[in-house]
């Protein structure tokens, strides 16, 4: 996770789900992201779909 500023985006490299996570756990950690780019004041988010989480989270990052 990294705050590109100059960009104004909120990049995620990567993402990880913990053994036994729910299906909805890309949704919830999306609506937290969502919530750390206006804490930041930044204007987008960037998801990269690596990590066993990261494809559902870039999925839902373009829709």
């Known amino acids: 996770l990294r705050a590109d500023r100059p960009a104004s985006i909120l ?4 993402a990880y ?3 036994g996570a729910p299906p909805e756990t890309a949704a919830q950690l999306f609506e937290e992201l969502k919530q750390t780019q206006g804490w930041l004041g930044l204007e987008a988010i960037e998801v990269t ?3 066993d989480l990261g494809p559902a ?6 829709s």
């Open 11 to 14: 990049r995620v490299h990567a």
């Open 17 to 19: 789900a913990e053994a």
């Open 49 to 51: 779909p690596a990590g």
């Open 57 to 62: 989270l870039a999925d839902i990052a373009v």
